[in-house]
């Protein structure tokens, strides 16, 4: 019945689009939309978590192609990763229910976003290549009437025709993995696809299309180019689903057909997540370091994020493929607690930045500053999910990373060589990654919080509605409940790491709900209540200290400015300049940087100016070349579109032989 009961949840929130039309005139559309949006995805939410036994849910509807139906399967993964889907789409709902007032034509959202949400839950819930690649098509075609809302501005147009070529190509890649599954198998339920033998150079084929037909929904570099462009195009509880929530609905499919449907793996299958996962990790965050654009700076940081969850993903490979389950359960389950900790706090921040979009009407971080005065509760819940994201202790994101790095710790055991050399090498970008990140986020947080307001708009900045807050609130509630409680994360995820790598990790309930041991507690451990309660008794000693030794009355004053009158905002430290040294020493690996200033002369009176100008190489070595590649194909055979019907019929009949051919091979 949970299967069912989430089906017709899943209905419902198509239906909940389709009624937005009927709305349409009435005040509270937004309100009745958004609010029956959330109430549905906390139905799926809880049906998702509530307990099933130990065999999946299966289920067959009499729809789509006849000889073939609509079959849905909720396992333990699937079950996970519903809930992530769910738990961050009913905060994006009720963010929505504050943050719509500011949407001057609602109706390009409001019968496209609970429609994203369900296509979604169908993607995840799919147990067919049919109905997967139907729901995988659907969600793409929903958030791109998402990112094209605002349509009157070029560059979300640009962003959202970008996106749809990326997710078209996405999707032309499953088409073919589920073609070569489906071939093999006689059939397109994933039952049938797990139960047959295929080759392995049609594993590996099948393996590569994956890659790249989840990579480039996911945002894994070099396939991330549309993620910064449409991230900040779309409105920001739209960015949030995107950011947070569509990009792990990507990452599940790749774990669905390369951990269940293509079989035992072999140790190479680790490779190229691996490298990809690290180049990932590596660009995305130097990109997010040097952004100026606060959204274009969250988009990157996905990228970054989407690296270290299939660097996870491609240890659990090459530790399964050699038989050593506990060191595969491991690194799943830091994958797996990874894409939760994302999904939380990614949509925080965007929701952050979307009440400072509110508030100021700017994203661009060096006209803001000041705003703890103006939004001081934005501020600080801004402030606990960049600690979270910057992996600090005890929040979430530090115990999934410190998991990913006891499996890199686990990896001299494995004895091919290749692995020994990459894992390390993966480490060592992962840490610089971790730390540039950390970096990142200061400057974000200090440059828009902290100071003096840089901008008209930045002064008159007022805090944003309880509905926004209430959502940013809950969302960074939860990340230090999964920090400081890691233990029922992992409890919750070793039944989908039993069912998909062979193993467990040992149970952390045994060792007590405050303490987590990867492998066991002589080998290491982690007490994030701990943490927690140092970092508060500390605090309050040191305020107790500094006020037992200087009793006087606190008071605010300016600094003393050397006898100067007093500055102009602008002479504060920017992002630019806090971003200055990555810039110029790593800055090159990953992007092309054009400094120029024009300075007057002595004696001229007029403005000095100075630009920075980044370029992304993947889009001048690889997009660029590539587009000018499809343009001389297509002048050179625009003569088919001059040929004869007998013509016509004849290149028709000489492409269906060689696929013919082709399918007899």
Not at 202 to 218: E, R
Not at 471 to 491: E, K, N, Q, T
Request: glycine share 8%.
């Amino acid at each position: 019945m949970l299967l069912q009961f989430a089906l017709f949840c899943v209905v419902a929130l198509f239906g909940a689009g389709a009624m937005s039309l009927y709305w349409r005139a009435r005040a509270d559309v937004q309100s009745l939309v958004y609010g029956l949006s959330g109430g549905l995805c906390g139905a799926i939410f809880l049906a998702a978590v509530a307990p099933r036994g130990a065999d999946a849910l299966t289920t067959t509807l009499p729809l789509g192609v006849p000889w073939i139906g609509m079959h849905f399967r909720l396992d333990s993964l699937s079950a996970f990763f519903l809930a992530v889907v769910d738990l961050g789409g009913a905060a994006a709902s009720a963010y929505a229910i504050g943050y719509g007032a500011h949407e001057k034509d609602p109706m390009r959202i409001l019968p496209f976003f609970p429609a994203f949400i369900a296509a979604m839950n169908m993607v995840v819930l799919a147990d067919d290549a049919f109905t997967f690649l139907v729901a995988w098509e659907f969600m793409s075609l929903t958030s791109f009437a998402l990112v094209i809302a605002h349509h009157h501005q070029a560059e979300n147009r640009a962003a959202a025709y970008i996106y749809l070529l990326m997710a078209s190509f996405g999707t032309l890649c499953l088409l073919m993995a589920f073609g070569l599954l489906a071939g093999a198998a006689g059939a397109y339920d994933f039952a049938s696809i797990r139960a047959a033998e295929l080759d392995p150079w049609k594993k590996g084929l099948a393996l590569a299309l994956v890659t790249l037909g989840a990579g480039s929904k996911a945002g894994l570099a070099p396939l991330h180019i549309w993620l910064p462009l449409a991230h900040p195009a779309a409105p920001s509880h739209v960015s949030a689903l995107m950011s947070g929530v569509m990009t792990k609905v990507a990452i599940y499919g790749f774990i669905r057909i390369v951990f269940d449907l293509l079989g035992p793996p072999a140790f190479w299958w680790s490779v190229h997540p691996l490298v990809f996962g690290a180049a990932s990790a590596l660009v995305g965050v130097l990109f997010a370091t040097v952004q100026s654009d606060l959204k274009k700076l969250l988009a990157y940081s996905t990228i970054e994020n989407v690296g270290i969850i299939f660097i996870a993903l491609g240890l659990a490979l090459a530790f399964k493929a050699n038989g050593q389950t506990l060191a595969a359960a491991l690194a799943f389950t830091a994958a797996l607690f990874h894409v939760f900790n994302h999904s939380l706090f990614k949509g925080a921040l965007f929701f952050g930045a979307g009440a400072v979009l509110g508030a100021t009407g700017e994203r661009n971080i060096e006209r803001l500053g000041g705003l703890i005065r103006s939004m001081p509760k934005t501020a600080f819940v801004f402030l606990g999910a960049c600690l979270a994201i910057a992996a600090l202790p005890p929040l979430n994101g530090f115990v999934s990373e410190w998991l990913i790095f006891q499996a890199i710790l686990l990896s001299p055991a494995l004895p091919q060589w290749v692995l020994k050399l990459t894992i390390p090498a993966v480490g060592v970008t992962l840490a610089l990654s971790a730390a540039l990140g950390a970096g990142a986020y200061v400057r974000a947080f200090g440059v828009v919080f902290l100071g003096r307001p840089r901008s008209e708009a930045a002064k008159g900045a007022r805090e944003t509605d309880r509905w926004s807050l209430g959502a940013m609130s809950a969302m960074v509630f939860l990340c230090l409940l999964a920090g400081v409680l890691p233990s029922l994360m992992i409890d919750t995820i070793s039944p989908a790491a039993a069912a998909y790598v062979g193993g467990r990790m040992p149970a952390q309930s045994q060792i007590g709900w405050l303490s987590i041991a990867p492998i066991a507690e002589s080998r290491s451990s982690y007490n994030g209540f701990l943490v927690l309660a140092f970092i508060l008794l500390s605090s309050l000693g040191a305020m107790l200290t500094i006020r037992s030794i200087w009793p006087r009355p606190l008071r605010r004053a300016p600094p003393w400015d050397c006898g100067y009158i007093d500055p102009s905002p602008f002479t504060q430290y920017t992002g630019s300049s806090f971003a200055q040294p990555v810039r110029r020493t790593l800055g090159n690996i990953a992007f092309s940087v054009k400094e120029r200033l024009d300075m007057p002369a002595p004696g001229e009176t007029r403005a000095a100016h100075f630009s920075i100008d980044i370029g992304d190489r993947f889009i001048a070595y690889l997009y660029e070349p590539l587009g000018e590649a499809v343009n001389f194909c297509a002048k050179r055979l625009n003569f088919v579109s001059f040929l004869s019907i007998q013509e016509y019929l004849a290149l028709v009949f000489a492409a269906l032989v060689l696929m013919l051919v082709i399918v007899a091979l």
